[in-house]
């Protein structure tokens, strides 16, 4: 009996904010203008795992090779997390990650033979089709440039 009691209660109360157009346009912009500062790509599996590898190849030392494989750098990694903050799962699904000896980073797509070799400046991809092999060297890193070459590697 309280239940039905306290529903009339809001119901008569959600009324009157019903009937206040002005009110309802007040609330509508609101939300509108959270939905538009939290517009951050989704991240879903792909992002999490590639930041669980991200985790453990940081854990690796000098010589995590058996000879004297550098870790990774820095700078690399906070690239590569920055490039994570920015994309989004669909663009990150079929990659996966692995530490290079001299301390960069390679991003590999084994489903579309597309790697890129991720530095502390720059990055380097390749795409292998058939018997062609296209890429570029020394592409100046931003995380729009890095989520643009993934983009085209995925096609």
Same mark, same amino acid.
């Given at each position: 009996?309280?239940?039905?009691?306290?529903?009339?209660?809001?119901?008569?109360e959600?009324? !009157?904010?019903?009937?206040n157009?002005?009110?309802?346009?007040?609330? %509508?912009?609101?939300?509108? /203008?959270?939905?538009?500062?939290?517009?951050?790509?989704? !991240?879903?599996?792909?992002? %999490?795992?590639?930041?669980?590898? %991200?985790?453990?190849?940081?854990?690796?030392?000098?010589? $995590?090779?058996?000879?004297?494989?550098?870790?990774?750098?820095?700078t690399?990694?906070?690239?590569?997390?920055?490039?994570?903050?920015?994309?989004?799962?669909?663009?990150?699904?079929? $990659?996966?990650?692995?530490?290079?000896?001299?301390g960069?980073? %390679?991003?590999?797509?084994?489903?579309? /033979?597309?790697?890129? /070799?991720?530095?502390t400046?720059?990055?380097?991809?390749?795409?292998?089709?058939?018997?062609?092999?296209?890429?570029?060297?020394?592409?100046?890193?931003?995380?729009?440039?890095?989520?643009?070459?993934?983009?085209?590697?995925?096609?």
């Amino acid at each position: 009996m309280e239940a039905i009691s306290i529903s009339a209660e809001l119901f008569r109360e959600i009324g !009157h904010i019903a009937d206040n157009e002005s009110y309802l346009a007040k609330v %509508l912009d609101f939300v509108k /203008n959270l939905t538009r500062k939290n517009s951050m790509p989704m !991240h879903g599996i792909a992002y %999490l795992t590639l930041l669980e590898q %991200l985790s453990d190849f940081q854990e690796y030392g000098k010589g $995590w090779d058996g000879a004297n494989a550098l870790p990774l750098n820095n700078t690399v990694v906070k690239n590569f997390k920055a490039m994570l903050a920015k994309s989004n799962d669909q663009d990150l699904s079929g $990659w996966h990650i692995s530490p290079e000896v001299n301390g960069t980073l %390679l991003l590999q797509n084994e489903a579309n /033979n597309a790697g890129i /070799n991720l530095g502390t400046r720059d990055f380097s991809y390749f795409l292998i089709k058939g018997e062609d092999v296209e890429g570029a060297n020394n592409i100046r890193f931003t995380p729009k440039a890095l989520i643009d070459t993934i983009k085209k590697l995925n096609q």
